[in-house]
Every structure is written in structure tokens, then in C-alpha cells.
């Protein structure tokens, strides 16, 4: 009976690792660490890596603990290790973008649509801690002109002290598939790609084609 509940278990580990979350991970790990800005969250594939992980760490206790050959509880580990790192980083590296970026983020409702629910509380958290401390460290001590927490003084007409993404950073890319002529951001220039050919080019001539999956970063 013993042997057949592992059994059952190791099928639905070989079934779940068969799929193609991992590299979907890795595709979005790669594209937001590319990324001048923040893309949007990928809720959805989030869900299942995380329930993932979850039944590898039960697989992986439920073989320590039945005897089952160290060398395969190793391998289950390092699985469950690899995962775990792509998530936790991929995280990371949005939580660090929000920290940068978190008065562009706070004045931009299309960017925080972007976010989950859980980055939007620590967006709106951070926001709030920024704005406190610098009230009673710095601009409290300033004369009145130039009190405003986003511009340089009352009379700027735009937020000139909000940190932005640099979208005309060049980034190395690659189409998924074939793409003919489309326009460059800015330019009369058309380029044409195909499947798998590096590309250097600005960010923000593909940024759209990023955002719907079309390129990836590299």
C-alpha cells in the first residue's frame, strides 16, 4: 500500500515538472530583470509555481521520511531549491523596482494595475514612509517655495523630482515568432524580426511587443 501511495505521489511530481511553468518563470524572471519598468504580474502563473513548490516540499518530507534513496531526495531537493530561487528573486526584483520607482508608481494608475495586491499595499506603504520622512527631516526646513514633496519648487510645472524608468535603455531581445515590418518608436525606420535572432535595440520601440508576450528580453 506504501509503495503504491509513492508511486501515486511520483506521478503527480513527474506530471507537474513536465509542464511548462518552470520556463515560463524563467521567461518572466529574464523579462522583468531586463526591463527598465515594472511589467505587469503574472498572477496567474504565480498561483501554480507556488502550488507547485508546495507539493515538491511534501514530496520531498513525505520521501525523507520512507527510505526512499537519498540520491532521489536530492534531486527532488535541488528541483524544489531551483524553483524557489527564480520565484523569490523574480519577486525581489519587482519589490526593488517599486522602492525606486514609488511616486511614478503612486501618480500612475495604469502601472499599478500592473502590480498585485500584495505589491500595491507595500507601493502605497512605501509611499507613505517617503513622504513622512522627508516632511519632518528635510522639507519642513525649507522655505515655503520649495516645500513640494514632486517638483523642484511651487512653480514647476511638472513633478520634476519623480524618479521615471529610462524606457530608452538598450536591451538585448528576441521575437517568438516571425514579426513583419512594424515601426520604430519615434522613427520612420522599420524593422522586421524573426524567431530567435538577438536584437539590440531601445526599449520602449518594443515595449508594447513585451508587454503582449510577442519579445522576450534576454
Request: charged share 30%; with cysteine.
Amino acid at each position: 500500500m506504501a509503495s503504491g501511495s509513492t508511486a501515486g505521489m511520483d506521478d503527480d511530481y513527474e506530471a507537474l515538472i513536465s509542464t511548462t511553468d518552470m520556463e515560463l518563470l524563467k521567461r518572466a524572471w529574464r523579462n522583468e530583470k531586463a526591463a527598465p519598468e515594472i511589467l505587469r504580474f503574472e498572477t496567474a502563473l504565480i498561483q501554480r509555481i507556488r502550488g507547485q513548490i508546495q507539493l515538491m516540499e511534501e514530496t520531498t518530507e513525505e520521501f525523507s521520511s520512507s527510505g526512499i534513496d537519498p540520491l532521489t531526495v536530492s534531486l527532488y531537493q535541488m528541483d524544489l531549491d531551483r524553483t524557489q530561487y527564480l520565484l523569490r528573486s523574480y519577486l525581489r526584483i519587482r519589490l526593488q523596482k517599486i522602492g525606486k520607482y514609488m511616486f511614478h508608481i503612486s501618480n500612475n494608475p495604469e502601472v499599478q494595475n500592473r502590480l498585485s495586491e500584495q505589491e500595491k499595499g507595500f507601493a502605497k506603504r512605501c509611499t507613505e514612509d517617503m513622504e513622512r520622512h522627508l516632511e519632518e527631516s528635510v522639507l519642513s526646513k525649507l522655505p515655503d517655495n520649495y516645500q513640494a514633496m514632486l517638483k523642484q519648487s511651487i512653480i514647476s510645472e511638472e513633478n520634476d523630482m519623480v524618479p521615471e524608468p529610462q524606457l530608452d535603455t538598450f536591451v538585448v531581445c528576441k521575437s517568438r515568432r516571425f514579426l513583419g515590418p512594424f515601426q520604430l518608436d519615434g522613427s520612420d525606420e522599420l524593422l522586421e524580426m524573426k524567431p530567435d535572432d538577438l536584437c539590440i535595440i531601445h526599449y520602449k520601440s518594443i515595449r508594447e511587443r513585451v508587454q503582449e508576450g510577442e519579445i522576450d528580453l534576454v
